[in-house]
Protein backbone atom coordinates (compact mmCIF):
# COMPACT_ATOMS: atom_id res chain seq x y z
CA UNK A 1 0.00 0.00 0.00
CA UNK A 2 1.74 3.27 -0.83
CA UNK A 3 1.45 5.70 2.02
CA UNK A 4 2.66 8.20 -0.32
CA UNK A 5 0.61 8.90 -3.03
CA UNK A 6 0.69 12.77 -3.86
CA UNK A 7 4.86 12.43 -2.83
CA UNK A 8 4.81 14.76 0.30
CA UNK A 9 6.93 12.52 2.14
CA UNK A 10 9.58 11.39 -0.68
CA UNK A 11 9.25 13.65 -3.79
CA UNK A 12 8.74 12.06 -7.33
CA UNK A 13 11.86 13.37 -8.51
CA UNK A 14 13.74 11.54 -5.61
CA UNK A 15 16.71 9.22 -6.18
CA UNK A 16 14.59 6.55 -3.21
CA UNK A 17 10.80 7.10 -5.14
CA UNK A 18 12.53 6.68 -8.90
CA UNK A 19 14.75 3.42 -7.97
CA UNK A 20 11.59 2.03 -6.38
CA UNK A 21 8.49 3.91 -7.09
CA UNK A 22 6.16 1.55 -4.90
CA UNK A 23 3.63 0.70 -7.70
CA UNK A 24 2.31 -2.80 -7.35
CA UNK A 25 3.97 -3.66 -10.95
CA UNK A 26 7.17 -3.07 -10.05
CA UNK A 27 7.25 -5.99 -7.25
CA UNK A 28 7.59 -8.85 -9.91
CA UNK A 29 11.26 -8.02 -9.68
CA UNK A 30 12.71 -8.36 -6.06
CA UNK A 31 16.26 -6.57 -6.16
CA UNK A 32 18.37 -7.31 -3.30
CA UNK A 33 21.14 -4.47 -3.30
CA UNK A 34 24.35 -3.83 -1.05
CA UNK A 35 26.25 -0.83 -1.67
CA UNK A 36 29.75 -0.69 -0.54
CA UNK A 37 32.00 2.78 0.44
CA UNK A 38 35.50 2.81 -0.85
CA UNK A 39 38.12 5.70 -1.09
CA UNK A 40 41.84 5.40 -2.46
CA UNK A 41 43.11 9.13 -1.85
CA UNK A 42 43.60 12.10 -3.58
CA UNK A 43 44.28 11.78 -7.53
CA UNK A 44 47.19 13.18 -8.88
CA UNK A 45 44.97 16.17 -10.54
CA UNK A 46 43.50 16.98 -6.48
CA UNK A 47 40.72 15.00 -6.95
CA UNK A 48 39.00 12.38 -4.46
CA UNK A 49 39.61 8.80 -5.75
CA UNK A 50 36.03 7.50 -4.10
CA UNK A 51 33.02 6.33 -4.42
CA UNK A 52 30.52 3.13 -4.02
CA UNK A 53 30.32 -0.21 -5.53
CA UNK A 54 27.05 -1.72 -5.82
CA UNK A 55 26.00 -4.93 -5.86
CA UNK A 56 22.32 -6.45 -6.50
CA UNK A 57 21.32 -10.08 -6.77
CA UNK A 58 17.92 -11.03 -8.46
CA UNK A 59 16.37 -13.34 -10.90
CA UNK A 60 15.10 -11.14 -13.43
CA UNK A 61 18.45 -8.73 -14.65
CA UNK A 62 16.08 -6.53 -16.83
CA UNK A 63 13.14 -6.23 -14.31
CA UNK A 64 15.27 -5.55 -11.11
CA UNK A 65 18.78 -3.27 -11.91
CA UNK A 66 18.34 -2.53 -15.90
CA UNK A 67 15.11 -1.08 -15.50
CA UNK A 68 16.17 0.71 -12.26
CA UNK A 69 19.05 2.21 -13.82
CA UNK A 70 16.60 3.45 -16.36
CA UNK A 71 14.14 5.01 -14.17
CA UNK A 72 17.24 6.49 -12.06
CA UNK A 73 17.94 7.87 -15.14
CA UNK A 74 17.89 12.56 -15.39
CA UNK A 75 17.29 12.01 -11.87
CA UNK A 76 19.01 15.53 -9.95
CA UNK A 77 21.61 13.66 -8.22
CA UNK A 78 23.48 12.76 -11.44
CA UNK A 79 24.93 16.65 -10.78
CA UNK A 80 27.37 14.59 -8.31
CA UNK A 81 27.17 11.34 -9.17
CA UNK A 82 27.00 8.88 -12.29
CA UNK A 83 27.45 5.27 -12.73
CA UNK A 84 30.04 3.78 -14.97
CA UNK A 85 31.61 0.61 -15.58
CA UNK A 86 30.53 -3.15 -14.22
CA UNK A 87 29.54 -6.11 -14.72
CA UNK A 88 27.14 -8.61 -14.89
CA UNK A 89 27.93 -12.47 -12.60
CA UNK A 90 25.66 -14.78 -12.55
CA UNK A 91 24.65 -16.74 -9.62
CA UNK A 92 23.97 -20.43 -8.81
CA UNK A 93 20.78 -21.09 -7.14
CA UNK A 94 20.76 -21.46 -3.61
CA UNK A 95 20.22 -24.76 -1.38
CA UNK A 96 16.63 -24.81 -0.35
CA UNK A 97 16.57 -28.15 1.37
CA UNK A 98 19.40 -30.47 3.55
CA UNK A 99 20.06 -32.83 0.62
CA UNK A 100 20.49 -30.45 -2.13
CA UNK A 101 23.16 -29.05 -4.11
CA UNK A 102 24.51 -25.91 -5.46
CA UNK A 103 22.52 -26.32 -9.42
CA UNK A 104 20.61 -28.57 -8.69
CA UNK A 105 17.60 -26.72 -10.05
CA UNK A 106 18.98 -25.82 -13.09
CA UNK A 107 20.92 -29.66 -13.54
CA UNK A 108 17.65 -31.33 -12.70
CA UNK A 109 14.74 -28.60 -13.97
Known sequence: MNRDPHGDRI????????????IPERHVAKLRRRSFSYSLGILPSGQLDMGLIFVAYQNDLKKGFIDTQNRLNGEPLERYIKPFGGGFFFVLPGMARENDYLGKQLLEG
Open 11 to 22: LFDSHMRRAEPR
